[in-house]
Each structure stands twice: as structure tokens, then as C-alpha cells.
């Protein structure tokens, strides 16, 4: 009688492939032995939000960063199977056990996507073709179903999707990601390094640090109230793009690109640094390639405000308002506020801006005073 062939299946979005993945594949061949290994990226993995890199791109990375690295011994067994990647539609994971339905399957992943296993295509069918096998990740939250086997050891504290944040925010992951794979990323400027890049020789330092800092409470705030987070990073990180330009550059942008601000003849006159949102905006739109309205929105009113904020227009308001950089005495008070009680946040922040606005004898704008009066109201 033939003894099936022993295989070895690694599935996950690999968004981007990093240290904690090919650590834990090395030690799962280790345990199992397998006769092949196949590493399979996912189009779009069913319980996760549709992966930043390409297919391509992480069918690339996942060769780079997870096969490469591996001793001899297992390299030669495993190979990239771009079957999902490349199926252009999601895959379920039945579907591709179910082709390989003969082996000996045994499934590795990682701790928090089998904690979702419930939630799966099929369950009962799943734990029928396969082996099921995680490693375990500090911090991660919940418990495996009682089928799955630990794979012995300690794995890296380490998410795709943090990295993702890290290289989003221009912060330093040599430590969590293989060399290749971050020389892979910047040279194809994947995760956001070309909007940093960018940012990073248009803006001021002290501006370009701003910015970091009002993208990250933004990104933290938009996980705490339930709103997309990379969109209130991508909000953050563009909500200042204007300030590139001195008041007199921003005025003639505005009458160049005939955009719409109200009173903008008042604000050509009395505070044409008011309209670094809109040229913002514009910015993230033209030189950018941001399309999303919501997005676009946020970066418009976050410094005159609007009588119908949604949620990621308040959360970055709040986020430029009260970010880490902020000095004045009550922006760190707020900043706490803000992850217990959004709307209140919001209420000091508007109260801030407009007492400084009195206390300069400056001219208050229309929108900021009917938002103001909006939440005033009882």
C-alpha cells in the first residue's frame, strides 16, 4: 500500500511576509516533516480586508521572505503555489484542500486566524482533509479550537498589518522584516513609501513630524470607533500636503485651481493659511491618486470644520488638534478624552480653536462657528 505524500500547506495573505512567517514555517517542517511544502498567498483571505500589495507583489515577497530563507533541506521541498493569488476571486480554503484531497494535508497557520476558524467555509469538511497546526504569538488574543496541534516554540510579537502601519508612518522595520523584502518594498515604494517619500521633501521637518504624529492617532482612533483605519492614515498622512506652501502660494493654488471654499474671498484677504485643507485635498486627489470621497472629505475639513462630520472627518480633526506634538496645556488631556469619548473631544478641540482665534482677534470663519453652534446645541 502507498504511503501518501506528506504536505505541508501554509496559507495566509503574507501582506507583507515577514520574520515571525518564515520562523514559524521552519519550525512546523521541523515537527512534521513533510515531503512538500507549498506556501499559498491568498487573493483576498475571506475574514481579512483585501491586502495593499498585489498579487504579484506578495506572490514576490512570499518567494523573498519566506522561501528563501529556508535551510536547504526544506527549501528544495517547497515551492510558492500561486493557485488563490492568482485566481483573481476568493478562494476558500476548502476549495484548495479539496484539490490537494489525497495527501496527507497538514494546515499551518497562524494563532489569530486559528482562533477565527469557527467563522470558516465549512468547518467540519476542513477538519476532515487536513492536519490543522498554529503557532502560538505573544500578545494574541483567544484559544485555538481543541483540533488544532501547537507548533513548538516562541514565535516574533509580529503582524502584517502593524508593519504595514510601521512603513505607512516611515518607521524603521529592519527588525521585523527580511532585508530583501524591505529593499523589495521600497523599490517598488509598496505600503505607502512613495506618500512618504514625498511628504518627507515637500513639508518642513517639523511639519513632516506633524504629520507622522497626526496619522498615527488617527490610524489608533479609527480602530477604537470602528471606522477604516487605513483610511484615517492615508487621512492623516495627506491632511497637511498644502502646507508646502507659504500663505501667497496657497492663494494663488486656490484661484489657479478655482477651488471651492466658502468665503474664500474673506480668507484671500484675512487668512489665506486657511486653505491648506483644500489645496490638501486637491493634492491628495491630482498628485496622490486619492479617490475615495470619504478620504477626501476628512482632509477638507479638518481645519474649518462642517455642520455634517461623519466619523473619520471627526477623527482627524480631533487627531490634528491633540497629536503628540501639540504643546498647548490641554491637548494631552483631549488626546486621552478622545478614545473614551469622541464627540467630547471633539467639542474641546472646537472650543480650543476658537478661544484662540478670540484671544488673537482673529476672524472666525462661518463653518467653524455653525459647527460649534451645531454641538451647542442641546
Known amino acids: 500500500m502507498d504511503v501518501p505524500m506528506r504536505v505541508l500547506v501554509y ?8 520574520r515571525g512567517h518564515a520562523a514559524l514555517l521552519l519550525a512546523a517542517a521541523k515537527k512534521i516533516n513533510p515531503d512538500r511544502i507549498l506556501v499559498v498567498p491568498a487573493y483576498r483571505a475571506p475574514l481579512k480586508d483585501a491586502p495593499q500589495a498585489s498579487s504579484k507583489d506578495r506572490l514576490t515577497m512570499a518567494r523573498l521572505g519566506i522561501l528563501d530563507p529556508l535551510p536547504s533541506k526544506w527549501r528544495s ?6 493557485r488563490e493569488a492568482r485566481a483573481r476571486r476568493q478562494v476558500f480554503t476548502v476549495e484548495t484542500l479539496g484539490a490537494l484531497e489525497g495527501a496527507d494535508l497538514h494546515f499551518l ?5 486559528a482562533v477565527s476558524f469557527p467563522k470558516w467555509r465549512d468547518p467540519s469538511r476542513l477538519k476532515a482533509l487536513a492536519t490543522w497546526w498554529y503557532g502560538a504569538r505573544p500578545g494574541a488574543e483567544g484559544r485555538p479550537p481543541a483540533h488544532f496541534r501547537q507548533v513548538p516554540g516562541r514565535f516574533p510579537s509580529i503582524s502584517s498589518s502593524e508593519i504595514r502601519s510601521r512603513l505607512a508612518l516611515d518607521r524603521d522595520c529592519a527588525g521585523d522584516l527580511p532585508p530583501s523584502v524591505l529593499s523589495y518594498i521600497q523599490k517598488r515604494n509598496l505600503y505607502g513609501k512613495r506618500m512618504v517619500t514625498r511628504l518627507r521633501t515637500t513639508l518642513s ?8 504624529n497626526v496619522a498615527a492617532l488617527a490610524e489608533s482612533l479609527a480602530r477604537r470607533w ?37 468665503e474664500r474671498a474673506i480668507i484671500l484677504d484675512l487668512a489665506p493659511m486657511l486653505l491648506h485643507a483644500y489645496v490638501s485635498a486637491d493634492l491628495a486627489r491630482r498628485e496622490f491618486g486619492v479617490t475615495d470621497a470619504e478620504i477626501l472629505n476628512a482632509v477638507r475639513r479638518h481645519t474649518l470644520g462642517d455642520r455634517r462630520l461623519g466619523l473619520l472627518d471627526k477623527i482627524l480633526y480631533v487627531a490634528d488638534a491633540c497629536a503628540i506634538d501639540r504643546t498647548h496645556a490641554t491637548s494631552a488631556a483631549t488626546r486621552a478624552l478622545a478614545f473614551d469619548d469622541l464627540d467630547a473631544a471633539l467639542k474641546r478641540c472646537i472650543a480650543d480653536k476658537l478661544l484662540h482665534a478670540v484671544s488673537r482677534d482673529a476672524w472666525l470663519h462661518p463653518l467653524t462657528v455653525n459647527l460649534w453652534n451645531s454641538l451647542a446645541l442641546p
Open 109 to 113: 497557520c497562524g494563532q489569530d486566524s
Open 77 to 82: 521541498r517547497c515551492r510558492i503555489d500561486a
Open 226 to 262: 470602528g471606522a477604516d483605519p487605513v483610511k484615517a492614515l492615508i487621512a492623516g498622512l495627506l491632511h497637511d500636503a498644502g502646507r508646502r506652501y507659504p500663505p501667497h502660494e496657497l492663494a494663488r493654488y486656490a484661484r489657479q485651481r478655482r477651488l471651492a471654499v466658502p
Open 11 to 18: 496559507g495566509g495573505s503574507f501582506d507583507p511576509p515577514h
Open 205 to 212: 521637518p517639523s511639519r513632516y513630524e506633524h504629520t507622522l
